[in-house]
C-alpha cells in the first residue's frame, strides 16, 4: 500500500483499516515501518478533528482520588484542612500554586491541568 496523508473521513477509516490488517507487523519489517507511519499520520488526523479537551482540575483530581481510593479527608491532610478541601472539591476555590506542586507532587495530576480556573458554580 502506497502511504498518503489523510484529509478526509474516507483516508482515515481506509488508513484505520490497512493498520488493522498489519497490526502484529514485525518492527524493522517493511510492514512494522508503515505500521508506524500509519500510526503517526492517524493520531495527527485525530489531533486536528477529534480533540480532547483537558478535565477540568476538579475532576482530574476526584478521578485522581478514585483511582488512589482516597477520601476526603485524604485530600484535606494535603491542603491543610477539611473546609479548603471542600471548598476546592465544589468549585468554590481555586487552587493556590502551592496546592497545585502538592497535587503535582503527591498525586501525580499534570500542573498544566490543576493551573486552569475552576468552573463557575451553578
Known amino acids: 500500500m502506497q502511504i ?4 478526509t473521513d ?3 477509516e481506509n488508513a484505520l ?3 488493522e490488517e498489519i497490526f502484529d507487523a514485525k518492527s524493522g519489517s517493511k510492514e512494522g515501518d508503515e505500521l508506524e507511519i500509519l500510526g503517526i499520520l492517524v493520531d495527527e488526523y485525530e ?3 477529534f ?3 483537558a478535565p477540568k ?4 483530581i476526584k478521578f485522581r482520588m478514585e483511582q488512589m481510593g482516597m477520601e476526603q479527608k485524604d485530600l484535606a491532610k494535603l491542603l491543610g484542612s477539611k473546609s ?3 471548598e476546592i472539591l465544589s468549585g468554590k476555590r481555586s487552587l493556590s500554586l502551592r496546592q497545585i506542586k502538592i497535587l503535582y507532587r503527591k ?3 499534570p500542573a498544566e491541568v490543576l493551573i486552569q480556573g475552576p468552573e463557575p458554580v451553578t
Open 57 to 60: 482540575p476538579v475532576d482530574a
Open 107 to 109: 498525586l501525580g495530576i
Open 47 to 49: 489531533k486536528k478533528n
Open 51 to 53: 480533540p480532547i479537551d
Open 17 to 19: 483499516a490497512r493498520i
Open 4 to 7: 498518503q496523508p489523510i484529509h
Open 84 to 86: 479548603r478541601a471542600s
Open 10 to 12: 474516507q483516508d482515515h
